[in-house]
């Protein structure tokens, strides 16, 4: 397996490479990685390409159209410096990568959420060859996506776990702490909250993620890359765990105890968890408390031995082989080629020529291998030295590190790489009427007679709701709204089976399309005779997203909430773009069940509510399986800005209720529609002023 370390900082790119990553990823661009100037990255790139390690780009943020030329330019730098691949967090970012660099890998970063067969594949008509798969897949799901695919699969081993799933968190954007979308992540989730009166409580920490003891049973499942993620913080613990995790990897084992308790001291015994691959989400919460002050003691005198071992070592791992050529009355000939096929060569005095110190093939040949403290290990030499050779003193030795000096200059060279253009996408047609009406309700028992009599365009409701709701179903299709079945926005294969048939049965009674929040739900939808409209879990942030939607089949898409009326206002307008314009904005959909945790039984149906320190109260409510999805304390407001909307090319407009009652929904649906001038309390405008920075 290929260890591959996050390198923060340039000394984490040192500590990564001398202590056998194979390779490592540096965040350019983006609000999290002012760490690495353009300088810095081509100098952490050139460090890298001569040690061979191979170093990969990553952009830890979603695009806007206003930003893409930014973006794609700083892909085709990344290309011109010898970055061996970009990482994308973005749908969008792909397809602009692929443009502007075209023979340079795409790998798909965690964030974009891909947690199933389907979803992998789609990327993959793409053109990405890696996946970075989601921290909360088990073992036996890991098994089955890489049975099934063709692309490579990462998996982090070791790093920080977050109570979101990966791209389904807004909780630092909605509390003005920086978005996770726009890597600027403060993790706001690890401050003490409240579910069930306890403000002493942190329901939302988790535990780090370890995954190390399970390397053999990784590999065996056909893992390609073991990533160490961020999280390390400094770069002498990302030194140790990538110093134990490349020795098992290359060892083809398991880490020892005394591994495992160096890793312990490394990290200050901060507690860590590999449940998730055995399926057990509740296992990975916790990792609130702060670490004794013995333990950092132990910790700081750990990571002082990790710092003295790689800033004074040179790991050798370029295998190269040396060759010399005497011939009594010649020039004396030397060179040496790298496992890469690089080669240099070299013309020294005349054998013989001038008094000098005799030489033999095994002395020449030991004088060669002495590479100690170069990035080469010498493999093999061929020394062809017939008796009787001499040579002026040192001679041997100085074209030993020419050569090495020559070497060094072919590997740093950059390899050229295509360059491409970026092509923007069509900005099609924009709707010349106002938006059409949609209602989605997390419940039956929020529907009435005196909703359906206001005609909706739309009616959504979560696929398991759908069996509990024909009767108020056939009076809104009697009304003329489509109906539209919720598809939850994670989608295990094992729970296909089930969702299949509620789809199936969805469409017997008229449901004619369906609301997804991940790539991999088209074809689902699609399969079982449903139109798919894409949901605001594929923050969709762009016209390069867009375009990849339409590609995919998607009948509309929901503009993420983080985008300003301007910046939906340039999207391409393929198919028609939906925006949600009341209701309390989703803030995370989390793993394991926080309701289940704080109430110690399943309390899902009943859901519950979060609260902060600010006074912020969330409403938490159950999304498909135990799942949770936590909604923010205020409620968007945007209905009564049509013209707005409608100059911004906004098709439709969608109402989110969550916890409101059968009446309020009528009510506000009423004043949505202009019947009526009733206001909620606790009102916004959310993003849609200025968007997110």
Known sequence: MEVLACAESAEAVIAAVQSGADSIYIRFGGRGAQGFTESALANALRYCRVRGCRAYAELDTLVSDGEAAAAAALVRRAAQLGADAIIAQDLGFISISRSVAPDLPVFAGERLGLHNLAGIEAVRQLGVTRVFLPQELSLAEI???????????????QGKLCPARAGQCWLGALTGEGS?????????????????????DYPLATRDARLISRLPELAAAGVRCAVIGRGTGRAERLAGAVRITSLCSREERAPTERELEELDVLFARRESTDAYLD??????????????????????????????????RELRRVKVDFFIAAKPGMPLLAGVQDSDGNRAE??????????????????????????????????????????????PPDTIARMRGKLIHELTARRAAVPPRAAGTLTVPAPGTPPDAPPRLCLEVMSAAQLSPELAELRPDCLCLPITEIPAAMGELERFAAAGAELCAVMP???????????????????????????????GHVALARMAGLEARGDYGLNIFNSWAVEAAAAAGLLSVT??????????????KSVEVEIIGYGRLPVMLTERCIIEASARRCACESGMKLSDAHGRVMPVLREYVCRNAVYGPEKVFMADRGAELQEAGIARLRLLFTNEGAREVTEVTRACMGLSAYRPNGLTSGFYNKGVE
């Open 143 to 157: 098994r089955a996506l890489a049975a099934r695919t063709r692309a490579e699969l990462a998996v982090c081993v």
């Open 180 to 200: 996770a979308n726009r890597g600027a992540c403060s993790r706001p989730c690890e401050k003490r909250m409240s579910l069930g009166g306890r403000m002493d």
């Open 279 to 312: 399926g057990d989400a509740r296992a990975a919460a916790g990792g609130a408390g702060e670490s004794e002050r013995d333990d950092l003691r132990a910790a700081e005198r750990a990571m002082s031995a990790e710092r003295r071992g790689y800033a004074n």
């Open 346 to 391: 070299l013309k020294g005095p005349v054998v013989g020529d001038v008094p000098g110190v005799a030489f033999t093939a095994a002395s020449a040949a030991g004088e060669l291998r002495r590479t100690k403290g170069t990035p080469y290990h010498c493999d093999r030499v061929a020394a062809l030295v017939p008796p009787g050779c001499k040579a």
């Open 489 to 519: 926005r994670v989608i295990q294969d094992a729970e296909l089976p089930g969702l299949t048939e509620l789809l199936r049965r969805a469409r017997a009674v008229g449901v004619s399309s369906a609301l997804v929040g991940n790539l």
């Open 559 to 572: 503009a993420s909430f983080e985008l300003s009326l301007e910046q939906i206002k340039r999207l391409s």
